[in-house]
C-alpha cells in the first residue's frame, strides 16, 4: 500500500528533480524540510513557513512524546492541528536524539530505554512504541527506529548496528501495517557507518522488504564533507532509483547540492533556524555573521534581491542592532531569512536540473560556501 506517488521530472546526471505527493499535499524534489521539533519551527509562524514555499516540515518523536505527549496530540486531534500546519510532516523517529540528548540510555535488542533530559523520567522506546507514537501524531512520513553508530566507531559496532536496525525495519513494518492510516508511509533508515559494503548490506535489504521511500543515516555525524559524500556515492546506487532517498541531518548550502548531485531527494537540518538564533544569516553571496560589528553602518540588506522581506526590507546595519540588543526580532527576521534562502537554494537546484546545469549551480554555491 504505497502512499505515496513519486514522480520524477527531470534528471541531470544523477540528481532527480520531481514531486512526492501525499493525502496532505505535493513536496517538491528536490526539497528541504525545515525542522519543527517540539511541534514549532522555531521563531516562525506557521503561514511564514509555508510562504517561504517549504512543502513539508519535519517533527520528532522524542520531544513530543516527553512533552506534551504524543496521547495528548492525539487527543488534541493531531499533530497538524495542533500546531495549526496543514502540510505534510515527515516525524523522526526518536533513536537519534535518545542518542545525543537524553541521560543514562541503554539500548537493548527490545528497544532504547533512557531518562527524559526534560524532567529524569524513565522511558522506553520501541520500533513499536515510535510507530505508535508517530501514527498518534499523525505522521505523513514516518521513520523507523534506527540505531545510529556514534562516528568514530569499529567495523563491528558499524555492522552490529545494521543488523539491529534491519531488525527493527521488520518489526517497524509489522506495527505500522496493523496501525497506519491510508495514506501514511514509512522510511527505512540505511545505516553502515563509512563502510562501503556494510552500505550496500543495509541498502540491499531495506530494497526487499519494499520501503515506499529511503533515509540515509549515520551521515554528518563528524566524519565530514569528502568522507559523507564518498559513503552516500557508495549508497545511492543501492536503492531503488524510482523511490525517495532521504539523507538525514544535512546540512549546508554546499553538502546539499553535492548530495543533490549524487541522487539525493529530501533534506532536513537545524542549520537555517538554528543559525538565524544566533545571529548568522544565509545569502548567495556566503554566510553573513550579523554579529560582527563590521555590519553597524551598513545601511543595505542581506539580498535586495531576495522574494523574503526579512532579507530585502531591513538594513544589515538593524539586524546588527537587533542582534546585539537581544530583540527579540533578531532570531524571527534571521530565522525567516534563512529558511527563506534555503527554499530560494531548493527551487534553483529543481530548476537547474530541469535545464541541464546543476553543475553550474555547484560551482556557484562551492564559491560562496566552499
Ligand atoms: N533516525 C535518525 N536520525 C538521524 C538524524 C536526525 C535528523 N534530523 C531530525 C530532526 C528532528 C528533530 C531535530 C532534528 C541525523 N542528524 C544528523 N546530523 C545532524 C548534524 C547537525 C547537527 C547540528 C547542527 C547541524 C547539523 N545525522 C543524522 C543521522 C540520523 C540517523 O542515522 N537516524
Redesign the pocket.
Known amino acids: 500500500m504505497s502512499a505515496l506517488a513519486f514522480d520524477i521530472h527531470g534528471r541531470d546526471g544523477e540528481a532527480r528533480t520531481g514531486a512526492l505527493t501525499t493525502p496532505r499535499g505535493t513536496i517538491r524534489t528536490p526539497a528541504f524540510m525545515p525542522?519543527?521539533?517540539?511541534a514549532s519551527v522555531k521563531a516562525m509562524f506557521p503561514d511564514t513557513v509555508r510562504e517561504t514555499g517549504a512543502d513539508i516540515i519535519?517533527?520528532?518523536t522524542?520531544?513530543l512524546m516527553l512533552r506534551p505527549g504524543a496521547e495528548r496530540i492525539a487527543r488534541l486531534g493531531g499533530l497538524h492541528d495542533f500546531m495549526n500546519w496543514p502540510g505534510p510532516i515527515l516525524?523522526?523517529?526518536?533513536?537519534?536524539?535518545v542518542m545525543?540528548l537524553s541521560k543514562l540510555r541503554k539500548l537493548s535488542e527490545d528497544g532504547v530505554t533512557f531518562q527524559s533530559h526534560i524532567d529524569g523520567s524513565t522511558h522506553l522506546l520501541t520500533p513499536e512504541r515510535a510507530v505508535e507514537i508517530q501514527c498518534l501524531l499523525g505522521s505523513d512520513i514516518q521513520?523507523?527506529?534506527?540505531?545510529?553508530p556514534p562516528y568514530p566507531c569499529t567495523r563491528e559496532e558499524a555492522a552490529s548496528a545494521v543488523e539491529l536496525s534491519l531488525r527493527w525495519a521488520e518489526r517497524s513494518q509489522d506495527a505500522f501495517a496493523k496501525r497506519a492510516a491510508a495514506g501514511h508511509a514509512l522510511f527505512g533508515?540505511v545505516?553502515g557507518s563509512i563502510h562501503p559494503d556494510l552500505r550496500e548490506r543495509s541498502a540491499r535489504a531495506l530494497m526487499e522488504m519494499d520501503f515506499p521511500g529511503y533515509?540515509?543515516?549515520?551521515?554528518?555525524?563528524g566524519e565530514g564533507p569528502d568522507l559523507m559524500l564518498e559513503t552516500l556515492a557508495q549508497t545511492t546506487p543501492h536503492l531503488p532509483a524510482d523511490k525517495p532517498r532521504y539523507l538525514?541531518?544535512?546540512?549546508?548550502p554546499l553538502d546539499i547540492v553535492e548530495a543533490v548531485a549524487r541522487g539525493v531527494d529530501m533534506f532536513?537540518?537545524?542549520?537555517p533556524t538554528?543559525s538565524g538564533r544566533h545571529g548568522q544569516a544565509f545569502t548567495w553571496a556566503g554566510k553573513v555573521n550579523l554579529r560582527n560589528a563590521a555590519h553597524a553602518d551598513d545601511p543595505g540588506p542581506l539580498d535586495p534581491e531576495s522574494p523574503c522581506p526579512a532579507a530585502r526590507d531591513y538594513s544589515r546595519a538593524y539586524l546588527h542592532h537587533l542582534v546585539k540588543a537581544g530583540e527579540y526580532l533578531a532570531p524571527m527576521l534571521l530565522t525567516w531569512a534563512n529558511v527563506a534562502f534555503y527554499q530560494d537554494l531548493m527551487r534553483a537546484v529543481r530548476a537547474a536540473i530541469q535545464e541541464g546545469r546543476l553543475d553550474e549551480l555547484r560551482t556557484r554555491i562551492r564559491v560562496a560556501y566552499g
Not at 516525524?91 to 536524539?97: A, E, I, N, W, Y
Not at 533515509?215 to 555525524?221: F, K, M, R, T, Y
Not at 532536513?268 to 542549520?271: G, R
Open positions: 525542522v519543527g521539533t517540539a519535519l517533527g520528532n522524542y520531544h516525524t523522526d523517529s526518536g533513536g537519534f536524539q545525543s521513520m523507523q527506529l534506527d540505531e545510529c533508515i545505516q533515509a540515509i543515516g549515520g551521515l554528518a555525524v538525514m541531518g544535512v546540512g549546508t532536513d537540518c537545524v542549520m538554528r
